[in-house]
């Protein structure tokens, strides 16, 4: 069909309605490597600006460790750049093989598939193991990627409240006459920073004979003494029945995900999982650089121990600047502001003073809790919190919102 | 009729209403994103259990569950 007049005018008055609603997402153009320091073109065509980041999934600091960097090199030069081929056909080396068993030994599981993406494994997990005779039972602040994969799930579908435990049960009764029952949850959410209670859910599922899905993407690396993830912080390694994670954020930063857990539930993902049968698998280089990742964090704690002191010392100064901050021990660390505009107009401003964290306002959280969510990375060292410190502390003056509560910010800005 | 309402806006609050948002009997549940249409299922499983009924997927659209009102006539066309 000859893309006509009339049809650039359908997407034009879209594109026009999303600006207009002030939903318009713009890439900022970094032109160094991923770091707690980078250099960034905004708006296109600017000249390059230093800044310190404090919004990248960067958590340990991997996503350019020399190790890393050097094992994937390694890797492209023993293994090659691509496979051109999905797994099953000839798309699979030794080397694929091999970082799904030290996955496995890493998360404590049976069996572990990679797959292109975390978003990806979501995408294809729930159709291989359900079927319509079955439910999924998922809480509601599950992550995109997961709604996507229920969607093409022909199993039903159902909601808990957000980490509501009662509620949880009362679904569990109520879809008790269900052949399979999966629950379904993050480990840490990616919005609030907040963590699943894995260990009331372990008991629950036990009692309901359900199974237990966890998204550790924002865990895995790092949460837990020795950063195995959410199950390991929560005292229950080895009773997740599925867990999928990412390569792209903690571990290393580049892309791939994977499913881990029971391994009849990991077989089911090689035989029908559509995103693993019809896509390449990660490229060689970066299976590469996730393999040197594991071996570092299986050596050491040393990157999530320093993470977790960032953390503390983050969430203190923020606390102790009069801000107010969603609670938790995670490095998602939301600084609430309620409002949407007034998120955009800090997160401008921050960025003047050398700091890049970005607003997120509805719908991507609920109405009326815009916010500036902080990420904090091993990649830190103090110099860069207390710097990042000192211009939230500029901005909240400017605008007035230090030390005031929720209900005082509210009735200045409006929600 | 009365207490069917009352029972199913209850029902309503409870499951779905976080904050302090108030309904009446005609305030949009699934258009207006009180239920979000993947929680209709409970919904549904409450009605069938509670009033003995059967309610055909093919029935159970969001149109037909967006107010307290239309869940009411979609329960009455089914009550034996």
Not at chain 1, 77 to 86: E, F, L, N, Q, W
Not at chain 1, 231 to 242: F, L, N, Q, S, T
Request: hydrophobic share 40%.
């Amino acid at each position: 069909m000859a893309y006509t007049d009339k049809i650039r005018g359908i997407y034009t008055e879209i594109l026009t309605g999303i600006k207009e609603a002030g939903l318009f997402k713009q890439e900022r153009y970094i032109h160094s490597a991923q770091a707690a320091d980078i250099e960034v073109e905004f708006p296109s065509g600017a000249s390059l600006k230093k800044v310190i980041n404090i919004c990248a999934n960067n958590y340990l600091g991997l996503s350019s460790h020399p190790e890393v960097v050097k094992a994937a090199h390694a890797g492209l030069d023993s293994h090659g750049y691509g496979m051109s081929s999905v797994r099953f056909i000839c798309g699979t080396q030794d080397i694929h093989r091999k970082l799904e068993q030290m996955v496995t030994k890493f998360l404590g599981t049976e069996d572990t598939i990679l797959f292109p993406s975390c978003m990806d494994a979501n995408a294809g997990v729930f159709e291989a193991v359900l079927t319509k005779d079955d439910v999924m039972i998922s809480d509601r602040l599950v992550h995109a990627s997961i709604i996507d994969g229920i969607r093409l799930c022909s199993a039903i579908h159902d909601t808990f409240k957000h980490s509501d435990m009662e509620h949880l049960e009362s679904k569990l009764q109520l879809h008790n006459d269900k052949r399979l029952k999966l629950v379904i949850t993050d480990g840490v959410f990616s919005m609030d920073g907040d963590t699943a209670k894995l260990d009331k859910m372990v008991e629950l599922c036990e009692k309901y004979d359900a199974l237990l899905f966890v998204d550790d993407s924002h865990a895995s690396g790092f949460i837990g003494k020795t950063g195995r993830g959410t199950h390991e912080h929560c005292g229950v390694m080895g009773k997740i029945d599925i867990i999928t994670t990412t390569f792209g954020k903690g571990l290393g930063g580049a892309s791939g995900g994977c499913v881990s857990g029971r391994k009849e539930l990991v077989e089911m993902c090689r035989q029908k999982a559509r995103p693993y049968l019809f896509s390449n698998t990660i490229a060689p280089p970066v299976v590469a650089g996730v393999i040197k990742v594991l071996e570092i964090l299986s050596a050491s704690t040393d990157r999530r121990d320093k993470l977790e002191k960032n953390t503390q010392f983050w969430r203190k100064g923020l606390i102790d600047a009069g801000l107010i901050i969603k609670e938790g021990d995670t490095p998602i660390v939301p600084v609430m502001l309620f409002n949407a505009k007034l998120s955009q107009d800090v997160s401008r401003d921050l960025y003047q003073e050398g700091i890049y964290a970005i607003g997120f306002f509805f719908p991507v959280v609920p109405q009326g809790q815009a916010r500036i969510r902080t990420q904090i990375s091993a990649g830190h060292e103090i110099h860069h919190l207390e710097k990042a410190l000192d211009a939230f502390k500029k901005v909240g003056k400017k605008y007035e919102i230090l030390g005031k509560t929720k209900q005082e910010i509210i009735d200045r800005y409006g929600m | 009729m009365e207490e069917m309402k009352e029972v199913i806006k209850d029902y309503v609050i409870k499951e779905y209403v976080e904050d302090d948002t108030e309904i009446n009997f005609d305030t949009p549940l699934i258009s207006g994103g009180i239920v979000d249409s993947f929680s209709m299922v409970s919904l549904k499983r409450f009605l069938e259990n509670r009033y003995q009924i059967s309610i055909p997927d093919d029935k159970a659209t969001p149109d037909a569950f967006d107010s307290v009102n239309k869940i009411v006539a979609l329960v009455n066309k089914y009550l034996k």
